[in-house]
């Protein structure tokens, strides 16, 4: 009886746990991004002034993946942010892979420049999101007009592509 029961309790823990296994045909949504092209060679002034003109513009300088809307690969599909979070009217994340390590790009739009965060981000060049919580304040760098704002964080923690990085960001419509 002990071993009917064991060998039962066996099956039933081996069915859990592959039930709790990722399934083959789940796809990340981390993208590979290659080395960056120059702001010599794209200007921002041939994108809409739109953050998806923001967003395409860091695409193509190659800081992040392009939208689906101009790939057309769903796969490529950035993470829609809570934007009015932060008084912004629209954000997206993208998760990037660079030689193996994790870059996350936020670009937000905003309308509203009296709003806490925004104010606290030109002042400062941080927002802080919480303080109750570890990392709950962010660097920002905003563009050249002053309507998007950009949260650029790598694993690595690779200072001269974050530099080139918000270089590029300010000098959209500067």
């Known amino acids: 009886m002990k071993k009917i029961l064991c060998f039962t309790l066996i099956i039933v823990m081996a069915l859990s746990l592959g039930a709790c296994m990722p399934q083959s045909g789940n796809v990340t949504k981390t993208q590979k991004v290659t080395d960056p092209a120059t702001t010599d060679e794209i200007a921002a002034v041939n994108y809409s002034d739109s953050i998806r003109g923001v967003c395409e513009y860091m695409a193509d300088l190659g800081y992040?993946?392009?939208?689906?809307e101009s790939t057309g690969d769903e796969m490529k599909d950035p993470h829609i942010m809570d934007a009015e979070l932060i008084g912004a009217d629209e954000g997206y994340k993208f998760t990037c892979d660079y030689e193996g390590s994790n870059i996350n790009v936020e670009i937000?739009?905003?309308s509203n420049t009296d709003g806490a965060y925004y104010k606290q981000g030109r002042e400062e060049g941080k927002v802080t999101i919480s303080k109750d919580i570890e990392n709950g304040t962010f660097e920002v760098t905003f563009s050249g007009n002053g309507k998007y704002m950009m949260v650029y964080d790598d694993s690595a923690d690779r200072a001269e592509r974050k530099a080139a990085a918000v270089k590029a960001f300010e000098a959209f419509y500067a």
């Not at 992040?64 to 689906?68: D, E, K, R, S, T």
């Open 64 to 68: 992040v993946y392009a939208l689906p």
């Open 108 to 110: 937000y739009s905003f």
